[in-house]
């Protein structure tokens, strides 16, 4: 095994329980999705840029991929309460079957914010697909899809970042404390 990096506390999840568990999500909305035409992929900006593309690759119905990009952070590992919408898709998605494919729900501010933004644009459906899930109180958003829950540390590795660092490790790892507190 090559040496972690300096600032990661040990690894969470690794690369093979990642890609396994992609597959079976794959699996799932296929199963769910199987008689419903076209499907809209949602990958949301930065994070789940590589969980968007692993799971795109891993499914059988037919779908498009889009991006939105979403802002609730700085470059710190403290959430700033408010959500700014960065980047919007390039297409419309009225009267289409719409997944949201999320890395990580915190707090949920950003999910609920997702969800209202575009239920507003009246798709056929709206389900959301998050990898992994953090927080057991966050706010009441339906997550559909969810991948792994996480101990409430900051993580990093397979899109998710600290600052813009560590997001192509391969697995899930946690940051030392003294990194982002
Ligand atoms: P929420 O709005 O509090 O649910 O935060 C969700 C967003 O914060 C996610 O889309 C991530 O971009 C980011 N985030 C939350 N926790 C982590 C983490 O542990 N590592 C990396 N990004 C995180
Ligand atoms: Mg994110």
Redesign the pocket.
Known sequence: MTDLHPDIERILISEDDIQRRVAEIAAEIDRDYKDAGQVVLVG?LK?AFIFTADLSRKLSVPHSVDFMS?S??GDT?E?AGA?RLILDLRKPITDRHVIVV??????????NYLHQTLMGRNPASLKICSLFK??RD?LDVPLDYVGFD?PD????GYG???ADTHRTLPYIAELKKEVYS
């Not at 890395?103 to 999910?111: A, E, P």
């Not at 540390?153 to 990093?156: A, M, Q």
């Open positions: 949301i994070g979403i609730s952070y590992a959430s959500v999320e890395d990580i729900v915190d707090t949920g501010h950003t999910m953090k927080n966050s996480l540390v900051w993580v990093v998710l970042d600290y």
